[in-house]
Nanobody
Framework: QVHVVESGGGLVQPGGSLRLSCAVS????????MDWYRQTPGKERELVAT???????NVADSVQGRFTISRDNAENTVYLQMNNLKPEDTAVYYC?????????WGQGTQVTVSS
């Protein structure tokens, strides 16, 4: 079983940066990829970035060139580096893992981009 906990959210001005962390407890065995999603009220959860067990990454077009996903296998942690933040990036950000067909979600961390 996997347990994921996000941290690192907060209030930042437009153009600023934040780094989100996703601490994973349990075993990475059987997890092919880890993802970051985000959600705003009244909207569906949106996939932001993915990193595979092999280290391949993919980010959504809306954050291309500004967000980077990475992982530290030794620390069992996945990161989302967010640069040049925009007001439209304001959302609750969730870490996601799927292991043996079961979805695991964190509690989410709020990111607010505002002057």
């Amino acid at each position: 079983q996997v347990h994921v906990v996000e941290s690192g959210g907060g209030l930042v001005q437009p153009g600023g940066s934040l780094r989100l962390s996703c601490a994973v407890s349990g075993s990475f065995f059987g997890i092919n990829a880890m993802d970051w999603y985000r959600q705003t009220p009244g909207k569906e959860r949106e996939l932001v970035a993915t990193i595979t067990s092999g280290g391949n990454t993919n980010v959504a077009d809306s954050v291309q060139g500004r967000f980077t996903i990475s992982r530290d296998n030794a620390e069992n942690t996945v990161y989302l580096q967010m640069n040049n933040l925009k007001p439209e990036d304001t959302a609750v950000y969730y870490c996601h893992a799927k292991q043996w067909g079961i979805d695991y979600w964190g509690q989410g961390t709020q990111v607010t981009v505002s002057s």
